[in-house]
């Protein structure tokens, strides 16, 4: 499965909220994730961030639960 990310944050070459809407259109915190399909549709969020560590096992069980796995 192929997986593009992309990191909303101020600075460091990442996306820029510019508007600072994204916490409220994603339903997220200022720290939220959101794992969103091709087409837009979101398919799982959180409003806590995921740390380093946990990002891959995180993105693993949650990618395991959209794609009923």
């Not at 916490?23 to 959101?34: D, L, M, R, S, T």
């Not at 837009?40 to 995921?50: C, L, N, P, S």
């Amino acid at each position: 499965m192929g997986l593009t990310c992309h990191r909303i944050a101020p600075g460091d070459g990442a996306l820029t909220d510019v508007r600072g809407r994204r916490a409220e259109a994603y339903g997220v915190g200022a720290v939220g994730v959101v794992l969103a399909r091709p087409d837009g549709v979101v398919a799982w969020h959180t409003r806590e961030g995921v740390t380093l560590g946990e990002q891959g096992w995180t993105l693993e069980a949650v990618s395991r639960t959209v794609l009923a796995r």
